[in-house]
């Protein structure tokens, strides 16, 4: 996979050698609090990453490494991919100190590009608790549709049931949006 540059970030396929950083926010339990749980070890966070290389070399997603300045700040990228039905969905996650700088939305609007090009998507999605009101943002000013709400779909750490919310984004709906 060839690395994609934006302004400020390169995209590339994530190495075990990124360990360090990727431990950094997949270790944090506020930036995990609405994700997988949080990662308790480097052995771990090498594990994670040879987990993401082998579903890229299955062709189950294309993962990517967001570096900013020699540093990993976050992953990004297009899983559950099946090609039949050119769908695929969007996952994300970035280091709490790099919030807030339009880092999230830069790296989402070229891996959007990267999915209904090169991986030829019709579709795209993005689930996420209804609640993760930095995720919701994102997922909009990308221009993503809410399609519905699956209703106290999981069981969070504050002992609740939240809502998730689906949103889809249609390769049609990105071209006109341009
Ligand atoms: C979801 C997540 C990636 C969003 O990150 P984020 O930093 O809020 O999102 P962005 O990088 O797009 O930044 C957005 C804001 O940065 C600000 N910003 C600052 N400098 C900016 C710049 N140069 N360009 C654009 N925006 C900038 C803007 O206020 C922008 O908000 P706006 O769209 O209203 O203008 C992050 O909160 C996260 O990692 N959360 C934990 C993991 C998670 O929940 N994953 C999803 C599980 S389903």
């Not at 050698?17 to 506020?30: E, I, L, S, T, Y």
């Not at 994670?48 to 700040?73: C, K, M, N, P, T």
Request: glycine fraction near 10%; charged fraction near 25%.
């Amino acid at each position: 996979m060839q690395p994609i540059r934006t302004d400020r970030l390169v995209l590339r396929e994530p190495r075990l050698g990124d360990a360090g950083d990727v431990f950094v926010f997949r270790g944090d339990p506020q930036v995990q609090r609405y994700n997988d749980e949080p990662l308790r070890t480097l052995a771990e966070t090498e594990a994670f990453i040879e987990y993401l290389l082998a579903e890229a070399g299955a062709d189950l997603r294309r993962h990517f490494a967001l570096e900013a300045g020699g540093s990993v700040i976050g992953l990004m990228g297009l899983h559950s991919w099946q090609p039949r039905h050119q769908q695929a969905e969007l996952g994300y996650d970035l280091a709490k100190e790099h919030w807030g700088r339009g880092y999230a939305a830069e790296a989402g609007r070229a891996i959007l590009r990267f999915g209904f090009t090169a991986m030829r998507l019709h579709r795209i999605h993005a689930r996420t608790i209804a609640d993760n009101a930095r995720s919701v943002h994102l997922l909009r000013s990308l221009g993503f549709t809410l399609e519905g709400t699956l209703r106290e779909c999981s069981l969070e750490d504050d002992g609740r049931f939240h809502d998730s919310a689906v949103f889809g984004l249609l390769r049609s709906e990105w071209a006109t949006a341009g």
